[in-house]
């Protein structure tokens, strides 16, 4: 085994947070492995991704933060994200973005997730959570523990008034939240929001498609 890719952590070696959210992510057929850092949850990404496998990326700060990107740019994958953005006809852009919603592999952050297992992600367009919820061959969702919280409310809290706000931001976008650092979804209308579709998944059937990736650093917002 490459010393560079340590094996995920055995559950008598977890925090007492990821270790309850595993059993629950488990009850839902969802994996759930525990990396201490981030360069050890990029070696276990890209120790699961094989030579020639068409590979999606949602964006997401925790990938950059970890270097997960600029490890795809190097590695022996089909890198879809770059080709897609590519394309200058937005119709192309559009349908290109369609199919690479079915990558063989799709590795995307969290905006939170509840100790009892509920996985909140909000989306702009749709593309990236549709890729989440069904189109996706094999799903990694990473996030550092600062993501997990107590229940469904303290999630859409975090999603509406944490990460959509430093999302719209990030990208310059005229939004309420941008603007007071608070979300006002009634008065949120228009190209600029990121909270176009919003999914929670609750459990997954296929068995082995989605797999958690848990940090034990704050990363991301």
Not at 102 to 131: K, M
Not at 149 to 163: H, K, M, Q, T
Not at 185 to 212: F, M, P, S, W, Y
């Amino acid at each position: 085994m490459d010393a560079r890719i340590q094996p995920p952590a055995g559950d008598e070696d977890l925090p007492r947070a990821v270790a309850g959210l595993k059993r629950e992510l488990q009850r839902r057929g969802i994996d759930c492995v525990y990396c201490a850092d981030g360069g050890a949850a990029r070696a276990f990404l890209l120790s699961r991704i094989p030579a020639g496998a068409t590979v999606l990326n949602g964006g997401s700060t925790t990938l950059e933060q970890i270097g997960f990107l600029s490890a795809l740019e190097s590695g022996p994958y089909e890198w879809l994200r770059p080709r897609v953005a590519g394309i200058a006809d937005p119709g192309e852009r559009i349908r290109a973005r369609r199919r690479a919603g079915t990558a063989d592999y799709f590795v995307g952050g969290i905006n939170a997730i509840t100790a009892s297992g509920e996985i909140l992600n909000a989306d702009g367009g749709g593309n990236r959570v549709a890729a989440y919820a069904y189109g996706a061959g094999r799903l990694f969702l990473v996030a550092g523990v600062n993501k997990i919280v107590p229940d469904l409310a303290a999630a859409f809290e975090r999603l509406r008034n944490r990460a959509a706000v430093e999302e719209c931001r990030h990208l310059d976008a005229d939004t309420p939240c941008a603007r007071t650092g608070r979300c006002d979804n009634d008065a949120c209308r228009g190209a600029d929001r990121q909270c176009g579709k919003v999914l929670i998944i609750e459990n997954e059937r296929i068995a082995g498609r989605i797999c958690v990736v848990m940090i034990g650093e704050a990363l991301g917002y």
